[in-house]
């Protein structure tokens, strides 16, 4: 509905058709690409409890570095295998979404639970709409629980907890809960042993 100009009017919109592609995070040729995207649907994202070991097949055939005894749930989303790092005896839960345009580091022992988001993408929202990218470090013993966010250039610290439903931008010290009421903080030490005086 057109109306008088109002002072909202003159706040710039970034045009969208001339923003950049995100074709440059893709590292690889597109024939690449499209075939990863077609064996995640049918190997990785499915939904049949197909076994965790076809699912690791499939992901290090196409570049994953995965260590032994990793196991992968239902559902799981991985952007780019290519740009994933995954230590020994980790669990990856249903749904959990990794969006690794850039690479995501995860040490040995970390539990991502369900429906967690692990993304390493932003765009340059005052310029252009260009991609930007970060990697992720998440390290040995970390536990992301239920429906997190984490985005690009976060690490979090050994044995950190990060409690459900938190959003993670940054640093997280090791062996903290961490988690958001009103802006994300520690709430407590996870080992009470292991905590600095």
Same mark, same amino acid.
């Not at 995100?22 to 064996?39: F, H, I, M, N, T």
């Not at 692990?118 to 040995?140: F, W």
């Given at each position: 509905?057109?109306?008088?100009?109002?002072? *909202?009017?003159?706040?710039?919109?970034? =045009?969208?058709?001339?923003?950049?592609? &995100?074709?440059?995070? /893709?590292?690889?040729?597109?024939?690449?690409?499209?075939?990863? &995207? &077609?064996? *995640?649907?049918?190997?990785?994202?499915?939904? /049949?409890?197909?076994?965790?070991?076809?699912?690791?097949?499939?992901?290090?055939?196409?570049?994953?570095?995965?260590? *032994?005894?990793?196991?992968?749930?239902?559902?799981?989303?991985v952007r780019f295998p290519w740009k994933l790092h995954v230590g020994r005896d980790c669990w990856i839960g249903e749904g959990v979404w990794l969006h690794n345009q850039d690479h995501i580091y995860i040490g040995h022992d970390v539990t991502l639970s369900q429906?967690?988001?692990?993304?390493?993408? =932003?765009?340059?929202?005052?310029?252009?709409?260009?991609?930007?990218?970060?990697?992720?470090?998440?390290?040995?013993g970390a536990w992301v629980t239920t429906r997190c966010i984490v985005l690009g250039g976060s690490r979090i610290g050994r044995s950190a907890l990060i409690t459900p439903g938190t959003v993670v931008s940054g640093e997280v010290p090791a062996n903290t809960i961490w988690g958001s009421h009103n802006a994300p903080a520690a709430l407590g030490y996870r080992f009470e042993s292991a905590s600095q005086p």
């Open positions: 509905m057109q109306g008088h100009p109002s002072k *909202e009017d003159s706040v710039p919109v970034i =045009s969208l058709r001339r923003a950049p592609g &995100a074709g440059e995070s /893709w590292d690889r040729p597109k024939a690449v690409v499209y075939l990863w &995207a &077609a064996a *995640e649907l049918l190997f990785v994202t499915n939904p /049949w409890q197909l076994s965790s070991r076809l699912r690791t097949a499939v992901l290090r055939a196409f570049g994953a570095e995965i260590d *032994e005894d990793v196991i992968f749930r239902p559902r799981t989303r429906e967690t988001f692990v993304t390493t993408g =932003s765009h340059a929202h005052r310029q252009d709409m260009a991609l930007l990218t970060r990697p992720v470090h998440i390290e040995a």
